[in-house]
């Protein structure tokens, strides 16, 4: 077994690294506090260093990373600003479905969506997201084309993708009667609005409604009833992306709140030195690295072509929940600096929650690790 990262691994984490802290984290909090969208000059640095071609197909510039380097730069990604981990693992989703969709939509959407346009997956609907195998929008076949009626909630980037990538109904109940649509935003019968969260402003989470929305036969992405499984393989590695983005903020916060104790005088030496402070930022840096190591290991099988939905699931959730628990810890350790909005700890916060419910609650998670360790037969799902 290998722990380390190998020299261009290393390579990779400090050039994003330098990137992200000059790049990006000088307006993590502005974002937030204005509600502003990124600015094309923003978006041309991602693109500029090749942060949204990781995965493509080689004709369209792909970067040929394996998915413990995606993580990587996940990670580090989101040690800057954690909302922009989405732009970069949809580029990374579109490369893995790149195969599945028509030659002309290949032609298209590639290049848009590697030079900084936004692109949308939606499973999730009102009636609930958790059970994304029993959705209700529809498609029905109509000559040459489909129509979508059904409505999708908590979409990140509703408003600002220019296509989204929908699950639709085509077949009989249950997750093999679900097929996957390429839809461009513009299509007539397709509106949206968006709804305030409390956290990662930049998601634009909203909702989609399609209300007879006709699209091309050939918009269909994959096999007909076969979109929920094939959905399901493309991204299971998303499991480790989204843990990853929230311990690197996790990890930055736990970083600066060190250097600040160690700074701050608690009667007549430095906060560090009391026993209680030391002990706490010793747990939380032990939590972060085995939640860290849990996330590369699955995505090192994934790159070996094993199976890693146990693993992805155990990452998830606890690596989700061990980042939330040291920033609510570098909160509290900063004093009431902490809880001000001067700082960053109180925003990661707020945006690494709303991850306990994106790609899956954790009981959902806990479900699938369970049948894995008992058997389908003695497992609740
Ligand atoms: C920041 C953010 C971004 C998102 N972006 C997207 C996106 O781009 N596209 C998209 O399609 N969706 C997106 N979502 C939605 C997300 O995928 C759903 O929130 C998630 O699937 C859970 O669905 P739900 O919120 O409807 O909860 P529900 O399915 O209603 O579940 C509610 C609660 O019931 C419990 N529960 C659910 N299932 C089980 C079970 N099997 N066993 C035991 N308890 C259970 C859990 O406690 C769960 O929290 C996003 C969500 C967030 C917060």
């Not at 077994?1 to 990779?12: E, T, V």
């Not at 679900?178 to 839809?183: G, I, T, W």
């Not at 397709?190 to 399609?210: A, I, P, W, Y």
């Not at 699955?298 to 939330?324: F, I, T």
């Amino acid at each position: 077994m290998d722990f380390a990262f190998s020299d261009n691994q290393i390579m990779i984490r400090d050039s994003v690294r330098d990137f992200a802290e000059k790049e990006l984290l000088p307006k993590y909090q502005y974002w937030d506090r204005t509600g502003e969208w990124l600015t094309p000059e923003y978006i041309q640095k991602i693109v500029d260093m090749g942060l949204l071609r990781l995965r493509l197909p080689e004709k369209y510039g792909g970067e040929g990373y394996s998915f413990v380097d995606c993580g990587i730069v996940c990670e580090e990604i989101g040690r800057a600003d954690h909302q922009i981990r989405y732009i970069i693992s949809n580029a990374i989703h579109l490369g893995e479905m790149a195969s599945s969709l028509h030659p002309e939509l290949q032609e298209e959407w590639i290049p848009r969506i590697a030079n900084g346009e936004m692109m949308s997956l939606a499973f999730t609907e009102p009636r609930g997201g958790a059970d994304a195998g029993n959705i209700v929008t529809r498609a029905k076949r109509d000559g040459d084309h489909w129509v979508l009626n059904g409505e999708k909630t908590s979409i990140t980037f509703t408003g600002v993708s220019k296509v989204v990538f929908v699950s639709a109904r085509t077949g009989g109940p249950g997750p093999r009667g679900l097929s996957f649509f390429c839809v461009p935003t513009d299509t007539p019968g397709l509106s949206t609005t968006n709804f305030e969260r409390m956290g990662q402003k930049l998601d634009r989470g909203g909702s989609m409604f399609f209300d007879n929305v006709r699209i091309p036969a050939r918009n269909m992405v994959g096999k007909e009833n076969e979109g929920f499984i094939w959905a399901m393989t493309i991204i299971g590695y998303n499991r480790n992306f989204v843990p990853l983005a929230c311990i690197g903020a996790a990890q930055k916060s736990l970083e600066e709140t060190m250097d600040y104790l160690k700074q701050r005088q608690i009667m007549g030496k430095s906060a560090s030195q009391w026993q209680g402070v030391a002990q706490e930022l010793a747990i939380c840096a032990t939590q972060l690295e085995a939640a860290r190591m849990l996330c590369y290991k699955a995505l090192s099988l994934k790159d070996k072509g094993l199976r890693h939905d146990a693993e992805s699931s155990m990452a998830k959730w606890w690596g989700v929940k061990v980042a939330n628990e040291v920033l609510y810890t570098c909160m509290r350790l900063n004093g009431h600096y902490g809880w001000a909005k001067d700082l960053p700890h109180e925003q990661r916060l707020r945006d690494c929650l709303g991850m306990e419910s994106a790609d899956g609650p954790r009981e959902v998670h806990l479900g699938i690790i369970a049948r894995d360790i008992l058997g389908r037969e003695y497992a609740p799902f």
